[in-house]
């Protein structure tokens, strides 16, 4: 554990890297996590991302020593931590309810850590002053948590983990408790005070907008496997599986056969006849799914020249910064195209026959998702 006394700055020291070698948690005949191989950086904001069951969790109770691999080994600041308790290890967890005590003030819940570590109070007290000034609550230090507002009662929580000075915060689902406006501020509230302490971040989430906004990496994970880790651009606009492709964002979906793949590229044959698009190479066999984004979707009065659909406009949908438009092929397929609400772009009455298209490099053919065992 490191006792420096400066949170200032972004200091390594602080921050320790966690390696999780081909992890394996089993409860039971179920496994919850599968050969799971991530290198977390000192310093970074990482998110683990995926549905409810998906793993997400187990993997952040094996990093904080509540529960016990199956298999594989898990390393912080290079050291296996295997046998190692909770209160062993560099780490603070938050946990979605914040688990805050209502009958002492703030800075005493702040302090909690240390005075269980026999920290004298003046020195509890000092802490608890200069992380209520990071996390922007110098003047609520005297306050009952009852007083307290609930993006308050986040950041006390976040300082309180803080002030046992971990190399690692965990971070379960923290801002899932909180309305949409006051989640959308604490994303910013929890990177910015990420980035002033320099501690490595292992943030945990079902919600897309949060890890894409807040992280440095996002881990994609569904059924125990992880399907992607890479920058937040590189998820959204390569993703590598159909699953990572349909749980972060939107997509319209075509299915179909290929045929003629040449330099990344190849042609699917579909019941709305012959379309093209970039083929990821590790797509096999011939019955396969073409993924294409809503905001990569054009609306023309005439056919274009490749990948274009008649369609019958269904619905039009006001969104602010942009619009949705809900289509319906001549098959009864459903698609959808969000336009930018900056007056360039035609905006069809519903009734309208027009026809719907995209480019060939906007699109994806991709496989599915892996499975567990698999």
Known sequence: MNHKKDHQGEDASMSAGIDLENVVCDFGKFRAVDQVNVNIQPGEFFSFLGPSGCGKTT????ISGFIEPTGGVIRIGGKDVRGQRPNQRPTALIFQNLALFPLMPVWENIAFGLEVRGVDKARRRAKADELLALVDLHDSAEKM???LSGGQKQRVAIARALAVEPSVM??????????????????AELRAIQKRTGVTFVYITHDQGEALAMSDRVGVMSQGKLQQVANPRD???TPVNGFVASFVGENNILTGDVVNPADGYAGLKTALGPFRARMDP????TSVKLYVRPEHMRITETPASENSIPVTISEVAFEGNFISVQAMSETGMPFV?????DGASLVPAV?????ISFDAARAAI?????????
């Open 235 to 237: 998820i959204y606009n």
């Open 337 to 341: 195209a969000e336009l930018r609400n």
């Open 282 to 285: 590790t797509v096999k066999g």
């Open 351 to 355: 009734g309208t026959k027009l026809h």
């Open 170 to 187: 965990l971070l379960d689902e923290p801002l899932s408790a909180l309305d949409l406006k006051l989640r959308q501020h604490m994303r």
């Open 145 to 147: 948590v009852s007083q």
């Open 366 to 374: 991709l496989p599915d998702a892996a499975k567990v065992g698999a």
């Open 59 to 62: 993997i952040l109770r094996m």
